[in-house]
């Protein structure tokens, strides 16, 4: 179809098959460029749920260092700038490492670097300006490292405050404030450290466990760790470990309290930790939760729960909703122990049990921390463990024999006081009934 204008002729049909053939073109690229994009950035997006980090803002932000770009312009971290940039300088001398191999090596893959971050992140920083954080917050983590493993490498300015480094250390696993391990791993492999740095045992994967063995509480050694994405995803090693188990769709949940168990006769039992052996009592891990039907035994890792243990948390719950989708174990874990608190006696009888420490407050504030913790999640599936845990706990409270087993137990054997009342009840009918029956005989006789 054409129409004349002024003399002019235009083929309408033409020009909208070509600019139709254009634009189906350009949607084709954009199809191809976001499906490379999501190909990319699966490897392990850091960041955290916007719905999770609503809940408690505090738990992912750091408190005393930046890593990486999302707390990069935090205007209260910046007093640790001038710390970075003499670790980096001190790490360049002492690793005898050449800076413009290191900015080449960091712009070659500064494309997959960005890839770990959203793209809202970097919008408002400049490519010299994103390898040189890289570089600057990569070199001083290797730094730090390197004088918390040989001590004798602080000399007399330190640099860091004797109450710094909990803070920093903690600040150095929050999800929201990291570098992916690779980059960290190709900056310390062109280090050229001389001869008394390498009395000990220095791949980057020890120095890590050296610098975090206090959250490295069951003692999990380097050989057994696969491939890790950062820190975060290493702390999440320390509480999973190699842990391995089969997922059903979770359509069973655990439908009574730790009171209404307790009332029905089941016996909880806290698992004691030992630091020695790094195990709990039984070589138990952390995840290792057993329910004997037979006895009515529940055995829970004994868990402390103190502000910096629920930032970790929080932050391993976070990790496992973005990167472990099919393999949420600790969120598995705080789903049990959110299913068996609802009120402050829930969290009397789990304390009581020795299954918790409390260190947040009062009963109260626990049992609203713990509950908080699972809020928003996405959970579609539990390890097959603990939904058969579920499914034979709701079995046992659902038999009535239990029940009146329990309730018999409580009026009238749960203290030792109670018991020799009972006893001597039950004493002094047997002596009257005999008194009863005899009496009855003479009468007969």
């Known amino acids: ?17 070509y600019g139709d053939e254009n634009l189906e073109n350009n949607i084709r690229t954009m199809f191809k460029t976001a499906e490379q994009d999501i190909s990319i950035r699966s490897l392990g997006l850091i ?18 260092i930046s890593i990486g770009p999302i707390h990069h312009s935090n205007a209260k971290l910046q007093t640790m700038k001038n710390c970075k940039l003499r670790f980096c300088e001190c790490f360049i001398q002492r690793a005898n490492i050449n800076l413009q191999n290191l900015v080449h090596s960091i712009r070659v893959r500064e494309k997959e670097i960005c890839s770990y971050y959203a793209e809202t992140i970097l919008a408002s920083i400049s490519s010299d300006d994103f390898v040189t954080m890289i570089l600057v917050d990569g070199m001083f983590i290797l730094e730090y490292f390197l004088r918390e493993s040989n001590p004798d490498l602080w000399g007399n300015n330190p640099m ?31 280090a050229n450290f001389p001869g008394q740095l ?11 466990f050296e610098f975090f063995q206090c959250y490295n509480f069951q003692k999990m050694i380097p050989h057994i760790l696969g491939q890790i994405e950062h820190f975060t995803d290493l702390l999440r090693f320390f509480y999973v470990g190699e842990k391995f188990l089969f997922r059903r769709p979770g359509g069973a949940k655990l439908s009574y309290s730790a009171t209404q168990l307790h009332e029905a006769g089941v016996k909880f039992k806290g698992v004691e930790f030992d ?9 138990r891990r952390f995840l290792d939760i057993c329910f004997d039907f037979k006895n009515g035994v529940l055995e829970i890792p004994c868990i402390k729960l103190n502000d910096e243990k629920i930032r970790l948390i929080r932050n391993i719950i976070a990790l496992e909703q973005s990167h472990y989708v099919g393999d949420t174990y600790v969120t598995d874990f705080f789903v049990i122990l959110d299913f068996l608190i609802n009120t402050s006696k829930d969290v009397d009888v789990l304390c009581d049990k020795g299954i918790l420490v409390n260190y947040l407050g009062d009963s109260n504030t626990a ?4 509950n908080n913790l699972n809020t928003n999640i996405l ?3 539990m390890n097959s463990d ?9 079995a046992f409270y659902k038999k009535p024999w239990h029940r009146w087993r329990a309730t018999l137990w409580r009026q009238y054997f749960s203290t030792p006081w109670r018991a020799a009342s009972t006893c001597a009840a039950i004493i002094f009918l047997l002596l009257t009934a005999i008194q009863t029956i005899c009496s009855l005989k003479s009468t007969k006789w």
């Not at 960041?47 to 005393?64: C, N």
């Not at 390498?198 to 890590?208: C, G, M, Q, T, V």
């Not at 049992?367 to 713990?370: D, F, G, H, I």
């Open 160 to 190: 860091i405050a004797e109450w710094m480094p909990p803070v920093l250390k903690l600040d150095l696993v929050l999800l929201e404030n990291q570098l992916p391990f690779f980059v960290l791993e190709m900056l310390f492999e062109q």
């Open 386 to 394: 603990y939904l058969k845990i579920c499914e034979d706990l709701n």
């Open 1 to 17: 179809m054409s129409i004349e204008i002024g003399g002019s002729s235009i083929a309408y049909g033409d020009e909208t098959a």
């Open 275 to 283: 630091e020695k052996k790094g195990f709990y009592r039984g070589d």
């Open 367 to 370: 049992a609203s921390t713990v």
């Open 198 to 208: 390498r009395l000990k045992p220095h791949s980057l994967k020890e120095l890590a």
């Open 47 to 64: 960041s955290v749920p916007v719905h999770l980090r609503k809940l408690d803002e505090q738990a992912f932000t750091p408190l005393l």
């Open 379 to 381: 959970w579609d599936y």
